[in-house]
């Protein structure tokens, strides 16, 4: 597999952060996506227990009596 960055910007940044940790850009992009990656997925998670709770509140309501 082949990532080419072609931003300056980026590729400093990847160098300075490889750098500062003794790692290689690689190493450190890859880490950098994987803490994106785990908060993009966070808060895209579906609170089960809260669509529970409605559910049940909207049964309640739905209730005639």
Do not use: C, Y
Not at 50 to 65: I, N, R, Y
């Amino acid at each position: 597999a082949t990532l080419n960055i072609k931003d300056e910007r980026v590729h400093a940044l990847a160098t300075e952060l490889a750098r500062l940790r003794g790692t290689t850009a690689t190493s450190a992009v890859l880490d950098a996506l994987t803490v994106e990656m785990e908060k993009e997925r966070a808060n895209h998670a579906i609170d089960w227990q809260a669509f529970a709770d409605v559910q049940e509140g909207v049964k309640v309501l739905m209730t005639p009596g």
